[in-house]
């Protein structure tokens, strides 16, 4: 493992902080914005509509507060932050530890959708009237507030004081921790970071699995009753279930969804891991500045997977779509 130089590493910050990071900031935050806006349109009486606008106002979320954190450190670097009373370093701090509640969440949220998929799929008469409209909200609000109840104790482990210091006699408000923070944020970090990514790509690989064979088989039986019978909206899976065209298409949405999701979880997993394992790859040891250049890349990877995913619903949703067409056509 080698290290980076302080002169590559320094226009590595700047490329990122000045120029890579606010443009995928700004096009995440507009295309969650647009998804909120389109599932609200399409109608909230379908229980996969409302996970998929809970996971777009999740996604904006986290990516408002990583922009409200990039924000303050780009200020705590700059001439500015002298003549601030309080610490934006501290501000960036603060707000690291929030967005990782809806990151989180929006993790749960996908394997979520994977799961009741896979089982609409699989055993679909078991199963069909299982994840109705109220279950589902009820599960997406358990969802939301377990990723905030577990950060609780890591959240109120710290506080803000004013501290003086002594080389210019500023006084900033400043974030202090107490004695068992390190422990806490640890332990978050072993469980939040390692241990449920590696459970999330578990299962969303399974899931993963399950749904490109059915959607292998349903393409197969569709073929089949074309050639034989000619055009027929329903294609049999096999297990007696016909799956439908605007099944077919959903399968597709919510499978490519969790395969990104699983790679961007195994991305995280490793990351965790080598942050326990190696020491050294910790801020202000050996690979400090790998560390940094690696967080960067990281953190630029779940910007794009909050994106990326209006490009799936418009391929696969045709009610979006048309949605979509309309905001642009009456807006331009």
């Not at 096009?27 to 349109?41: D, E, G, P, Q, S």
């Not at 780009?74 to 701090?93: E, N, Y």
């Not at 967080?295 to 995913?309: G, S």
């Not at 418009?314 to 979006?320: A, D, E, M, P």
């Amino acid at each position: 493992m080698s290290t980076i130089s302080d002169e590559h590493l320094l226009s590595v910050v700047f490329a990122y902080t000045k120029v890579l990071n606010p443009f995928s900031q700004v096009i995440a935050i507009l295309v969650n914005v647009l998804n909120a806006i389109t599932f609200c349109k399409i109608g909230l009486r379908d229980g996969v509509n409302i996970t998929f606008l809970i996971l777009s106002v999740s996604d904006l979320a986290f990516v408002a507060l990583d922009t409200c954190q990039g924000i303050a450190s780009v200020i705590a670097l700059s001439p500015w932050q002298k003549d601030l009373p309080v610490s934006m370093l501290t501000i960036g701090v603060i707000m690291q530890y929030y967005k990782y509640i809806f990151l989180d969440a929006s993790t749960c949220l996908e394997t979520y959708l994977a799961i009741t998929r896979c089982c609409c799929v699989a055993m679909p008469l078991k199963f069909k009237n299982m994840f109705t409209f109220q279950r589902t909200v009820f599960i997406n609000a358990v969802i939301l507030m377990c990723n905030t109840v577990f950060r609780i104790p890591l959240l109120s482990s710290y506080y803000l004081t004013w501290q003086t210091n002594p080389f210019t006699n500023l006084t900033k408000l400043t974030f202090y921790p107490y004695s068992h923070f390190q422990i806490l944020n640890f332990i978050e970090l072993v469980v939040a970071r390692t241990v449920c990514p590696v459970i999330f790509l578990f299962i969303s690989s399974v899931c993963s699995l399950i749904l490109a064979r059915s959607l292998i088989q349903a393409s197969l039986n569709r073929n089949r009753m074309t050639y034989v019978t000619g055009y027929h909206d329903d294609v049999n899976n096999g297990n007696g279930h016909a799956l439908k065209a605007k099944e077919i298409q959903l399968v597709k949405a919510v499978t490519l969804v969790i395969i990104l999701s699983g790679f961007l979880q195994l991305i995280l997993s490793l990351f965790s891991l080598a942050q326990v394992a190696i020491p050294e790859f910790f801020p202000g040891m050996v690979y400090a500045n790998l560390h940094i250049v690696i967080t960067y890349v990281v953190n630029h990877l779940i910007i794009l997977h909050c994106a990326y995913k209006i490009g799936i619903y418009y391929l696969f949703n045709t009610r979006f779509r048309t949605i979509v067409k309309m905001l642009f056509h009456v807006h331009v």
